[in-house]
């Protein structure tokens, strides 16, 4: 009984996500209610979604944790850490290239754009849970790689924010904006083009 209790609590709380995506997605953060939700997650009662999150910020960000995989880098760097820097740039561009492969995560790239113009706070929000963390992760395997000597010294934590400004960069023109050139750039060629550019910088002379 206590197994079967445990998953309808997992499977209500995985519907009220979807149900908050598909919503969020029509009205955006700020105009979306608890009620709204509730509708969509097939008419449940609005004071259930207090039992799985704190409140509607709470929500939100556990819709991004749950669907960035590549965050996952930021909790095992052992995964990253020792391998040379083209190995392990790579793995992460193709991870975080990897998230849009996911149903619905496109559509929570654009509720982002979206919501980050009108009303900072959301970004403040997606930064303060999840930027941070693997920036941080990011900057502190570049510093590995200076002191390895495979990259010269510089400012990681900046390198760390161009490495994965190009990538933010190339997947809104191609999922927000659908701008042809950069749909027609496979994840492979991106990857590649992106790495070429920012070791050329980087490596010792």
Request: hydrophobic share 45%; glycine share 8%.
């Amino acid at each position: 009984m206590a197994n079967s209790e445990e998953q309808e609590n997992v499977d209500r709380r995985q519907q009220i996500l979807e149900a908050a995506l598909k919503v969020f997605s029509v009205k955006g953060f700020h105009k979306a209610t608890n009620k709204d939700i509730a509708q969509a997650a097939g008419g449940i009662s609005p004071g259930l979604i207090y039992w799985y999150f704190k409140d509607k910020e709470d929500l939100f960000l556990s819709l991004i944790r749950e669907r960035g995989t590549v965050f996952d880098l930021a909790d095992h760097p052992e995964r990253v850490m020792n391998l040379p820097p083209r190995a392990g740039l790579a793995l992460v561009g193709r991870t975080y290239l990897s998230i849009f492969q996911v149903p619905g995560n496109v559509a929570l790239l654009r509720i982002l754009v979206g919501e980050i113009t009108r009303f900072p706070q959301v970004g403040e929000m997606f930064f303060r849970v999840v930027g941070r963390r693997f920036l941080d992760f990011l900057s502190q395997y570049l510093q590995h790689c200076v002191e390895r000597g495979e990259l010269r010294p510089h400012d990681t934590m900046i390198a760390a924010r161009s490495f994965l400004g190009m990538f933010v960069a190339n997947v809104v023109a191609r999922e927000v904006f659908r701008q042809p050139e950069a749909v027609a750039v496979s994840n492979e060629q991106l990857v590649a083009t992106v790495i070429d550019i920012f070791i050329g910088g980087l490596e010792p002379c």
